[in-house]
């Protein structure tokens, strides 16, 4: 992790009185960490305002049902794969559906697919990937829930692209920013849901083992993924690790 983020990470740890990182690394799941015993891989992206409220209003009843999700997420070439962006989305799916996904069909190419996964509940993901944009550019993503009653997104319906609560125009060029941490001044928004997520697992370490959990079966999950594209058929995912709720 960059100073910056384990700086505001160290600030919240003791601000809170909890113990410090340690020696074990934390990583976002998605770029690794797989069979190491220093990287404790976690999906941070579970921290995120916008999903934590996602999955309120499901769980609320706020919206009644939910039968679909139409999600999609582009990301920097040079920073995601398609692997990446897969895994983040899939996990995504399981935490806002509250459910595992068990069968999975995926068309791809090198840098973009699309992927349609059915989860237990009988909710029906069909999710858009791909690694095309430029160096540097934010990602681009939505996520809309579809229900019985009722229908739900991370974005207003006419925006094509996510939009920031201040924008600074200045010599150096444009600057944007999000008032979405009263705590995490500095950091863009990856940064404080990956720092979320440290302090969380370090508040409760039993997060830690169920991370790592999640995450093979994450693994497991975009294999199966990759194996249904190349034999051009639909894939049973039952036998894809485990699946953990709510964790």
């Known amino acids: 992790m960059n100073t910056n983020v384990r700086k505001a990470i160290d600030g919240l740890l003791g ?4 113990g410090a990182v340690g020696a074990r690394e934390f990583i976002p799941g998605c770029f690794g960490g797989d069979g190491d015993a220093d990287f404790i891989p976690l999906q941070s992206w579970r921290y995120n305002r916008k999903f934590v409220e996602l ?3 499901v769980k609320n009843g706020t919206i009644e049902a939910p039968r679909m999700f139409r999600f999609c997420a582009l990301g920097d070439k040079n920073q995601w794969t398609l692997r990446s962006l897969i895994y983040r989305e899939c996990d995504l799916c399981e935490f806002l559906g509250d ?3 068990v069968s999975v069909h995926a068309v791809l190419n090198d840098t973009a697919g699309s ?3 059915v989860l237990a509940n009988g909710i029906i993901g069909s999710v858009e990937v791909g690694a095309q944009l430029e160096k540097g550019a934010a990602m681009i993503d939505r996520h809309e829930m579809i229900a019985r009653r009722g229908v739900a997104a991370d974005i207003v319906v006419d925006t094509q692209k996510p ?9 150096s060029g ?9 705590e995490l001044f500095g950091l863009d928004e990856p940064e404080i849901e990956f720092a979320r997520a440290v302090f969380d697992a370090c508040k409760n370490p039993e997060l830690q083992t ?7 079966h994450l693994v497991a999950l975009v294999e199966a993924i990759f194996q249904s594209n190349h034999l051009q058929k639909k894939i049973e ?9 709510n964790c």
């Not at 601000?15 to 909890?18: S, T």
């Not at 939009?163 to 010599?171: G, K, L, N």
């Not at 169920?210 to 093979?216: I, T, V």
Request: aromatic share 12%.
């Open 210 to 216: 169920a991370s790592q959990e999640r995450h093979l």
């Open 99 to 101: 459910s595992a996904i």
């Open 237 to 245: 995912t039952d036998n894809c690790s485990l699946f953990i709720v």
């Open 15 to 18: 601000k809170y009185r909890i």
């Open 163 to 171: 939009q920031s609560s201040i924008y600074t125009f200045t010599a």
């Open 55 to 57: 999955r309120n209003i």
């Open 115 to 117: 992927v349609i996964a």
């Open 174 to 182: 444009e600057q944007a920013y999000k008032d979405i941490d009263y």
